[in-house]
Nanobody, 116 residues
């Protein structure tokens, strides 16, 4: 059964970097959209970045210039490179993909903690 496996979170100091990963074995070649969301306790999940095939990536204003989505087809994995992290980036991050069949898949989430 196809599933997403996300990871790469951790604890870093302000100004540091992390690279989140989203392995999508079994569905990679049917993906039309890759996105990352984040959520903090008590708040709604918010879009961080989304990338449709062949279109420019859309980033939340709060992460523009610091975050970037990349894809590695050989590894069937998408990444969210996060640089110059700030304490307000602390959240649980979730990978999301949509396939050509219109089906949505979510990762289980990976925690990112940024200390000042």
């Amino acid at each position: 059964q196809a599933q997403l496996v996300d990871g790469g979170g951790g604890s870093v100091q302000s100004g540091g970097s992390l690279r989140l990963s989203c392995a999508a074995h079994g569905i990679w070649f049917s993906i039309i959209k890759v996105a990352w969301y984040r959520q903090v306790p008590g708040k709604e999940r918010e879009l961080v970045a989304e990338s449709y095939n062949g279109a420019p990536t859309n980033y939340a204003e709060t992460v523009k210039g610091r975050f970037a989505i990349t894809r590695d087809t050989d590894k069937q994995t998408a990444y969210l490179q996060m640089d110059n992290l700030k304490p307000e980036d602390t959240a649980m991050f979730y990978c999301h993909v949509r396939t050509t069949a219109g089906r949505d898949y979510w990762g289980r989430g990976t925690q990112v903690t940024v200390s000042s």
